[in-house]
């Protein structure tokens, strides 16, 4: 008798996360994925062609969740400084907890990803996010147009602080707010 696996596609992706966040998407495939979730290899083909199409729908999936909280952040009330603040907290919880994945979209040199259209709407909804956040203070006038330079050093610099600094939470989003303080409110 076939055994019975509830939420398939949940699981696959579940599992498929799993394996992401402790390798890098190039040492996953397809059948470590089947082996940790207890689904054929033909099935996990059956709900995605490819090992990218499944990265991509992880990506998809956690990225939807933080651009909802970000934009809470950008259409709040709140003082500058304490929006800048609750912006950063947010990207740096939401990167932290993908572990790793998704760096993809600030790594336009890998190669399976480099031309993905979902991978630079991705990129470009995040950067957008970061843009409507700074149009939103007084000083960022002075950048004439380097909006989406300014974004990205925000975002580099979260993964920055994640990485050399992966103890240190509460230091890094000070540094971070009291350096985009200085640098645009």
Known sequence: MPKIIKNVDQTIRECARELFIQSSFND????????????????????????????????????????????????????????????????????????????VILNSSADVFRDDKEVQDIKNSLFLKTKTLFQSF??????????????????????????FYPNDKNGNIDYLSNYFNLTIL
């Open 28 to 103: 996953v495939d397809m059948q470590m994925i089947s082996k940790k979730s207890g689904i054929a290899v033909g099935t996990l083909y059956h709900y995605y062609v490819s090992k990218k199409q499944l990265y991509i729908s992880i990506l998809n999936e956690s990225w939807e969740s933080t651009f909802r909280r970000l934009d809470a952040v950008n259409h709040s009330d709140l003082p500058s400084k304490e929006k800048l603040r609750r912006f950063l907290c947010t990207l740096y919880d939401d990167i932290e907890a993908r572990n790793g994945i998704g760096k």
């Open 138 to 163: 007084k000083k960022i006038e002075t950048f004439g147009n380097c909006d989406a330079k300014l974004a990205e050093t925000l975002i580099v610099s979260v993964l920055t602080m994640l990485e």
